[in-house]
């Protein structure tokens, strides 16, 4: 089956521009996370949807980092305006029910 | 933070199983074990998971201690493609949202 798919694959901006992050999950899969992984850490979750709805965005910075899962596929996860120490790799993960969970490759974003 | 403590870094000889070692000893009753790895530039990969009893896939085997404290992942013929971060994550199954990963321990197998 095809897994996770993202792009762009990498991003390279100016800070304080936006930038926006695609995510397509493994088909049938209800939940989605996004993750960021600053360099020598784990990857840390941003937020996480069940179809089209928020179960968590806690630690999503919401002064500048907007997501949604419209129709309850396909997400995408957007920053602006974009700040240094956003530089990470963003990565997707979906999973079914309470299941393990299959990560994309993730986009790697440098702000410039 | 991360509920496991695990070793920043291990070498591993090819062909010779590799063991890596993880502490959680705060681990709640209803909580599992999980282990993922990372190979370089690609997303974490999910190996396999144990709540109490040892587990064993064509991956891997987990060997949980009685008091649940810690636990080993063992990679028995470690292969150069096994080099990567192996992350050690306890977390209540059904809630998703409590995958909390530390800095995982760096594997390099060597020929």
């Known amino acids: 089956e095809a897994g996770v798919a993202q792009s762009p694959r990498y991003k390279i901006i100016e800070k304080r521009q936006s930038v926006a992050f695609w995510c397509n999950p493994i088909s049938g899969h209800a939940t989605l996370y996004w993750y960021q992984q600053i360099l020598g850490q784990g990857p840390k979750l941003l937020i996480q949807?069940?179809?089209?709805?928020?179960?968590?965005d806690s630690q999503l910075p919401k002064d500048r980092f907007s997501a949604e899962r419209l129709k309850g596929v396909d997400s995408t996860l957007k920053i602006q305006p974009a700040k240094l120490e956003d530089s990470a790799v963003y990565l997707c993960?979906?999973?079914?029910?309470?299941?393990?969970?299959?990560f994309g490759p993730g986009t790697r974003l440098t702000v410039l | 933070d991360a509920k496991t403590t695990q070793p920043t870094s291990m070498d591993c000889a090819e062909g010779r199983a590799a063991n890596l070692p993880c502490n959680h000893s705060t681990i709640s009753g209803n909580e599992y074990v999980y282990w993922y790895r990372q190979i370089h530039s690609q997303g974490p990969q999910y190996i396999i998971h144990g709540l109490k009893n040892n587990e064993t896939n064509e991956m891997a085997s987990l060997i949980i201690t009685e008091d649940r404290k810690s636990s080993t992942l063992i990679l028995p013929h470690a292969t150069l493609r096994d080099t990567a971060v192996y992350y050690c994550i306890v977390r209540v199954a059904r809630n998703n949202n409590d995958m909390r990963f530390g800095a995982g321990t760096r594997l390099t197998v060597k020929p």
């Open positions: 993960a979906s999973s079914h029910g309470s299941d393990e969970q299959f």
């Open positions: 949807f069940q179809n089209n709805g928020v179960v968590d």
